[in-house]
T-cell receptor, first 114, second 111 residues
Framework: EAQVTQNPRYLITVTGKKLTVTCSQN?????MSWYRQDPGLGLRQIYY???????DKGDVPEGYKVSRKEKRNFPLILESPSPNQTSLYFC?????????????FGNGTRLTVT | KQEVTQIPAALSVPEGENLVLNCSFT??????LQWFRQDPGKGLTSLLL?????REQTSGRLNASLDKSSGRSTLYIAASQPGDSATYLC??????????FGSGTQLTVLP
């Protein structure tokens, strides 16, 4: 089944403890992206990747890192999480950006930083 | 920078009504526009994708239109059902190769 898989679904952590949220897609998509969703602010893009080894900042990249060593995986890394990073995070992928292919989303990771 | 606005923020209709959700965007150099559905606590499901060269797309009871000159898109839902209750988001691919989302319209269809 074609899908975008995020893990974990729920994560509670403390300030400053490094964490990684994994994202994997099995559709051979070139484009992958991370978003955070907050009440009243909607979905905002954190980072995106046009292809392997090509990443770029979205609208809210501060405090986050990403890597794209393989086409299928695009992990989101929080080196030193802070409470303002408590949010619902989504990974998404599409065949290529801006093209006629739709964006597919994972089921989300709800992160709480205390 | 692309900005996307959705009006209304919330809408409640009785079952069976036809309804229209609105989406406006500022960057007319849009590559395509996509409509999504989000159920509470869930991810986004793609409903329709309209490429910049198209004017509309249809899928079942859903019809989405795109008017680049006016910076507007609409999602038309025919014969609404309680199962259509969800938040509907539009998003546009702009010239910066980034996808910008609207804040969504929360739809409630009353039985």
């Amino acid at each position: 089944e074609a899908q975008v898989t995020q893990n974990p679904r729920y994560l509670i952590t403390v300030t400053g403890k490094k964490l990684t949220v994994t994202c994997s897609q099995n559709m051979n998509h070139e484009y992958m992206s991370w978003y955070r969703q907050d009440p009243g602010l909607g979905l905002r893009q954190i980072y995106y990747s046009m292809n392997v080894e090509v990443t770029d900042k979205g609208d809210v990249p501060e405090g986050y890192k990403v890597s794209r060593k393989e086409k299928r995986n695009f992990p989101l890394i929080l080196e030193s999480p802070s409470p303002n990073q408590t949010s619902l995070y989504f990974c998404a992928s599409s065949l290529s950006s801006g093209s006629g292919s739709p964006l597919h989303f994972g089921n989300g990771t709800r992160l709480t930083v205390t | 920078k692309q900005e996307v606005t959705q009006i209304p923020a919330a809408l409640s209709v009785p079952e069976g009504e036809n309804l229209v959700l609105n989406c406006s965007f500022t960057d007319s150099a849009i590559y395509n526009l996509q409509w999504f559905r989000q159920d509470p606590g869930k991810g986004l499901t793609s409903l329709l994708l309209i490429q910049s060269s198209q004017r509309e797309q249809t899928s079942g009871r859903l019809n989405a239109s795109l008017d680049k000159s006016s910076g507007r898109s609409t999602l038309y839902i025919a014969a609404s059902q309680p199962g259509d209750s969800a938040t509907y988001l539009c998003a546009g691919w702009g010239s910066a190769r980034q996808l910008t989302f609207g804040s969504g319209t929360q739809l409630t269809v009353l039985p």
